[in-house]
């Protein structure tokens, strides 16, 4: 499988599908994934979420910032990891960017709540297969 | 949320969802997702997977036994994560227990390919969420 056509479909993954699954390291050292609403990126290389400033989840990555965002087409078989870390941000700007309509139900005080943070995961590397064929990339 | 309502709704992905999301820890500590085809269980506390012996993920694994096995339904928002660890085996009563038509694809040898092993995953702890709400779980 060439390189151009895993990041051509990659990328169709990442723009089609409502959900990612968020993977990252608890304090125990175990890994830990959690399905989240895929709202906004950039390529392949900058991935955004929202988020509750006070989940167990964000106290993790603050400890340990490496992290996997995955996304899967169970239909065809088709699915991409990427691999990188994962900053969290209460960035105002950022914080209105990913913005919509149902937030209020996670934050009910807007885009300033104490509560409402941000996850920026920057990918380093990628995998994506399809059927039984599998690439390797890396991403700048 | 009760936990026994947990554990039931949690058993139910369990017997009814074709996919779970394997997590496990690479080299470089970073977390890595796979989906895998959910095989066969034993309540929430044993699940078991196929894979092949010469994939990455089995010598990560072999390296680092925690891992976690993810379970969601993203149409009722309903979610089932276990932590806990894998044992990479190639018991033979496993092996045969969980070949199904279409594994020769796979491993072209059949049952005592080299190439086929058994991921043995035991759950210590479980996290189920519905909506807003989640609630966390031993297993034992």
Redesign the interface.
Known sequence: MEKEYAIEKGLELVKNL??A?V????NE???????MMNLESEGLRKIWFSTNTSSKRVSYLKNNP???V?Y?N?DNFM?L?L??KIEVTQDDELRKKLWADGCE??YPLGITDPDYSILCFTAEKGNFYQG?KNVDFEIE
Do not use: E, H, R
């Open positions: 409502k959900i699954l993977g990252s390291i608890d050292g175990f890994p830990n994934i959690k399905a490496k992290a996997c995955y899967v169970s699915g990891m691999v990188g139900v996670y039984l």
